[in-house]
C-alpha cells in the first residue's frame, strides 16, 4: 500500500498536500482500492466555498457511488479536469496525476487535525 508520508489524511480516506494556503486532495491508494475501477468523477463546487466536511462531490465505480468530503474548510478554486476524460487516473496514480481538487483553505489550523501517514495506517488496519 502506497502512503506517502509527505500527505495528510482523513478519516474519510482522502489525502491532503499542503502548498502556503492551498490544499490538493484526492482520494487514497486504499480507497481507490476499496472502490475497484472508477468509472466517472464529478465536482459541480468550483468557485463554492464549504466547510469542512461538506460534501464536493461524488466518484462512481463499477458497483457503487461514494461521496467525497471536504477535509478543510474554503474555496474549491481548481478541479482535475483530466478526471473527466480518464477517471481511472485516480486508480493507477491516486497521489499523482488523480488528484480531484485544489483548495483556497479559510482556516489553517484546521490542518492540525488531519492524520499523519502512520495515524491513516492505524485506521485502515495497514
Known amino acids: 500500500m502506497n502512503l506517502p508520508a509527505e ?5 474519510d480516506h482522502e489525502w491532503v498536500k499542503i502548498d502556503g494556503d ?8 486504499f480507497a481507490q482500492g476499496e472502490l475497484g ?5 464529478e465536482v459541480e463546487t468550483v468557485d463554492e466555498t464549504l466547510d469542512k466536511e461538506e460534501v ?3 466518484v462512481e465505480a463499477v458497483k457503487t457511488v461514494s461521496d467525497l468530503f471536504l477535509p478543510l474548510s474554503g474555496e474549491i478554486i481548481e478541479f482535475n479536469e ?15 496525476e488523480g488528484w480531484m481538487i485544489k ?10 487535525g488531519l492524520m499523519s501517514d502512520e495515524d491513516y495506517k492505524a485506521l485502515i488496519g495497514a
Open 56 to 58: 464536493f462531490g461524488t
Open 7 to 11: 500527505l495528510k489524511y482523513t478519516k
Open 37 to 41: 475501477d472508477i468509472v466517472y468523477v
Open 103 to 112: 483548495i483556497k483553505m479559510s482556516d489553517l489550523s484546521e490542518t492540525e
Open 82 to 96: 483530466i478526471l473527466e476524460d480518464e477517471p481511472e487516473k485516480v486508480n493507477t496514480d491516486p497521489y499523482g
Open 22 to 29: 492551498v490544499a490538493t486532495v484526492g482520494i487514497t491508494d
